[in-house]
C-alpha cells in the first residue's frame, strides 16, 4: 500500500528528442492517494500504457521522478517495487495448473506451502476460479485466463498498487460488466491502490475515484467523473468524455465576452484573450436548450435513441448536436437555441480561459 | 440453374499426377516388386515371397548397422537440441547483430552435403587436416581413418556444424513470437531466469522445437552423402549407417531383393518413429 508522486516525468523512446512530438509523456505530475481507484484515459497511442510500465518500472523514465510513500523509486525494478500489473491479454504459464499459476509470485517470494494454500483458496474463491483450480490453465476460456491474470496480481499481500492495462479488452460484453463490478468489489475489499488504464470512458468513469485523462504525452485533465464531465480543462476532455461529445465551436472573445458567429454569449466572469492562436466555445449537448430567441440553427436530423433525443442542428459558425428528453416537442427547420451559461465555457488554444 | 459439365479440369491435373507417379508411385512400387522376388539380371525374376523380409529382420549386419545408426541420432539430436537453443537464446533480438547473426547461422546450411564431407574429410585429416594436426600436435592420438573412436567424433561433430543452425533457427523464430508481457508478467511474479525458460520461453516453443525434432531426426536416421565423403562406412564398418549399408548391399553385391526389403523396413522405421514423435508432442493442442 503506497501513496504514488510521479515529479515532472518525461520519456521518449529515442534517443535524441528534437521537438514535442518525440516524446512519448511530457512534463508528468502526479499525486495518488494511498487506496485510491484512479484510471488512466485516453485513446490509443496516447501514452497511457508508458507512463504505466514507468509506474510499474518496466521502464525507466527519460527525466523525473517515481516516489512510493516519498521514497524515490526511480531505479528500482518491478519486483523490488512490489507491484502487481495485469496485461491486455492473459498472461499465463501454460504448462502449469491454475492453482500452480496462482500460486507462482507466492513460490518465487518463499512463502511456506500453507500459507500459499491458504492465499490461493481465498483468491480462487474470490475470482469464482475454485472448481477449476486443479485443471491446465491452458484450457480455460478467455475470461477464465484474464481471471488467473488477475489472480496472480491480487494474491499477494505485499503489493503497493495493482495496475491493470485494459484488462477487459478480450472479454465478451455481458462478461466485462461481470468483472468490472468483481474488480470495483475488489478494491473495497482490500483497499489497496489501484490504477487502470483504459481508453473506454465508461470503464474509468465507472471504476475509478479520480479519472487522469491524455492526450498526446500529456494530462489534459485530472478530475472526478463529474468534473471531467461538467467542467472539461481542455478541448479534448470536451470531445472525448460524453456521448456525443461537447460541442466546440469557433468563436471571439471580445471585451471579455464570447462572440459567436454575431451572437455576444453571457458570461459571469471577464474573459482574458491572451493573444490566442485560436479561441473556441464549448457546451455539452445536454446543456443546450430551445428558446424563442438565442442562436439561430437550421435542424438537420433528429435520432431518436428511446431515452433521449439527438439532434443534428447548425448554425453560422458550424455544426452543433443537442440533446433533449423523449418527451420534448422538437421544432422542425429552424430553431431557436440557448446555452446554459453554467456549463458554458470558453477555450483559447483548447485550454479553459477562466 | 443448370451446372454446365466440364471434365476439361482434368486435364490440368495430370501433370501433377504423371510428376507424383514418377518420383513416389513408381519407384516406391518398384522397390516393393523387387523386395519378394530374386533377380540375376537380363529381367529374369523368381518369387520369394517374404524370405527377404526375414532375413533382414534375421541378419546381424543389419542389426549392427540400425544399432550404430540408432545412437548416432540419439548423440546429434542429445546435442544439436540444447545447442541450438542455446545459441537462440543468446543472440540478438534487435540491431545489426540480428542479420549477422542469422547470416552466419545459415552458411553451413547453405552449403552442399558431398562438399561438407570433403571440406570435413580434409580438415580432420590427421597430418595436413588444421584439426586432425593440431589435435596431434596437442599430444592427442587422433586418426579418424584408422580408429573408430576417432571416426565418430569426426562424424558427430561434423553434423553438429553443419545442422545445429536449423535448431537455432527455428528456436529463434519461436522465442521472437513470444510477447513481450510473458516476460513482464514473469519480471514482476518473481520469476528466475530458469523459470522464465521452463515456464514461458520452452512451452512457447513446443511447436517449433517438434518440427526441429522431427527434421533433425528424419535427416540424421537416413544420412548419407557426408559419412560417404567423410569416413565411407570406415574404419571397418564403425560408422557403416544404415543407408550407406543400404547401398553397398544394392549397388555393391547386387543383392537388390534383399536391399529392397532392407529399404521398405528402414521407411517403416521412419514413418513409424515420427508418427509416434508427433502424436505425443500433439496431444495437447486439440484442446486450446
Given amino acids: ?354 | 440453374m443448370n451446372k454446365t459439365l466440364n471434365q476439361r479440369a482434368w486435364l490440368f491435373v495430370i501433370p501433377v499426377f504423371v510428376l507424383v507417379a514418377f518420383n513416389a508411385a513408381v519407384p516406391l512400387m518398384t522397390v516393393v516388386n523387387y523386395s519378394f522376388q530374386e533377380t540375376f539380371g537380363s529381367n529374369v525374376f523368381a518369387w520369394e515371397g517374404t524370405r527377404w523380409f526375414k532375413e533382414i529382420l534375421h541378419s546381424e549386419r543389419f542389426h549392427a548397422s540400425l544399432g550404430r545408426q540408432v545412437i548416432f541420432t540419439f548423440i546429434i539430436l542429445l546435442i544439436q537440441l540444447p545447442l541450438g537453443i542455446g545459441i537462440a537464446l543468446t543472440m540478438p533480438k534487435k540491431g545489426w547483430g540480428v542479420p549477422v547473426c542469422l547470416i552466419l547461422m545459415s552458411m553451413p546450411l547453405l552449403i552442399p552435403w558431398n562438399v561438407v564431407g570433403a571440406m570435413w574429410n580434409i580438415f580432420a585429416l590427421p597430418d595436413i587436416g588444421f584439426l586432425g594436426n593440431s589435435l596431434n600436435s596437442l599430444g592427442f592420438d587422433y586418426n579418424f581413418t584408422q580408429q573408430s573412436g576417432d571416426a565418430w567424433f569426426t562424424t558427430i561433430l561434423m553434423d553438429v556444424w553443419h545442422w545445429t543452425s536449423l535448431v537455432v533457427l527455428l528456436s529463434y523464430a519461436g522465442l521472437n513470437s513470444i510477447q513481450p508481457a510473458y516476460y513482464q508478467a514473469a519480471e514482476i511474479d518473481g520469476a528466475s531466469r530458469w523459470d522464465i525458460f521452463r515456464y514461458i520461453e520452452l512451452p512457447k516453443m513446443k511447436k517449433v522445437l517438434t518440427l526441429a525434432i522431427l527434421l533433425r531426426f528424419m535427416d540424421s536416421f537416413m544420412i548419407y552423402t557426408e559419412p560417404f565423403v567423410l569416413t565411407g562406412g570406415g574404419p571397418g564398418n564403425a560408422t557403416n549407417f544404415l543407408s550407406l549399408d543400404l547401398v553397398k548391399m544394392a549397388l555393391g553385391q547386387f543383392d537388390l531383393g534383399p536391399a529392397a526389403a532392407m529399404s521398405l523396413i528402414y521407411f517403416l522405421i521412419v514413418l513409424l518413429i515420427c508418427w509416434i514423435f508427433y502424436t505425443i508432442m500433439m496431444k495437447d493442442e486439440g484442446r486450446t
Fill in chain 1, 1 to 354: 500500500m503506497a501513496k504514488i508522486t510521479l515529479k515532472n516525468l518525461s520519456h521518449s523512446y529515442l534517443s535524441k528528442q528534437n521537438s514535442d512530438v518525440d516524446w512519448a509523456l511530457r512534463d508528468i505530475n502526479i499525486d495518488w492517494k494511498d487506496g485510491g481507484a484512479y484510471a488512466l484515459l485516453g485513446p490509443s497511442g496516447c501514452g497511457k500504457t508508458t507512463l504505466l510500465n514507468i509506474i510499474s518500472g518496466l521502464l525507466k523514465p527519460t527525466k523525473g521522478e517515481v516516489l512510493f510513500d516519498d521514497k524515490d523509486m526511480t531505479a528500482l525494478n518491478p519486483v523490488e517495487r512490489d507491484i502487481a500489473q495485469i496485461f491486455q491479454f492473459p498472461v499465463i504459464y501454460d504448462t502449469m495448473t491454475v492453482y500452480d499459476n496462482l500460486a507462482f509470485p507466492l513460490k518465487n517470494r518463499g512463502l511456506s506451502q500453507t500459507e500459499i494454500d491458504t492465499k490461493v483458496k481465498e483468491i480462487g474463491d474470490m475470482l469464482e476460479l475454485t472448481p477449476t483450480l486443479n485443471n491446465k490453465a491452458a484450457g480455460l476460456t478467455a475470461d477464465g485466463k484474464q481471471k488467473i491474470s488477475l489472480g496472480r496480481g491480487l494474491v499477494r499481500s505485499d503489493v503497493n498498487v495493482i495496475m491493470f492495462d485494459e484488462p477487459l479488452t478480450v472479454i465478451d460484453p455481458h462478461l466485462k460488466w461481470v468483472l468490472r463490478s468483481k474488480l470495483k468489489e475488489l478494491h473495497q475489499k482490500i483497499n489497496r491502490t489501484m490504477i487502470y488504464v483504459t481508453h473506454d470512458q465508461i470503464e474509468a468513469l465507472t471504476f475509478a475515484d479520480q479519472v487522469v485523462v491524455m492526450h498526446e504525452g500529456q494530462i489534459v485533465q485530472t478530475g472526478t467523473p463529474v468534473e471531467l464531465f461538467e467542467k472539461p480543462k481542455h478541448t479534448f476532455v470536451g470531445h472525448f468524455i460524453g456521448s456525443p461529445g461537447m460541442n466546440i465551436l469557433p468563436c471571439d472573445i471580445e471585451n471579455g465576452q464570447i462572440n459567436l458567429g454575431g451572437k455576444i454569449l453571457p458570461n459571469k466572469i471577464n474573459l482574458k484573450n491572451n493573444n490566442f492562436k485560436k479561441t473556441q466555445v464549448g457546451i455539452r449537448p445536454e446543456f443546450i436548450n430551445f428558446s424563442n430567441d438565442g442562436i439561430q440553427v437550421k435542424i438537420n436530423r433528429v435520432s431518436d435513441t428511446g431515452r433521449h433525443k439527438v439532434i443534428d442542428a447548425e448554425c453560422s459558425s458550424g455544426n452543433i448536436k443537442i440533446l433533449a428528453n423523449s418527451s420534448t416537442q422538437i421544432p422542425s427547420g429552424s430553431a431557436h437555441i440557448t446555452f446554459d451559461q453554467k456549463y458554458t465555457y470558453a477555450y483559447g488554444d483548447n485550454w479553459i480561459i477562466e
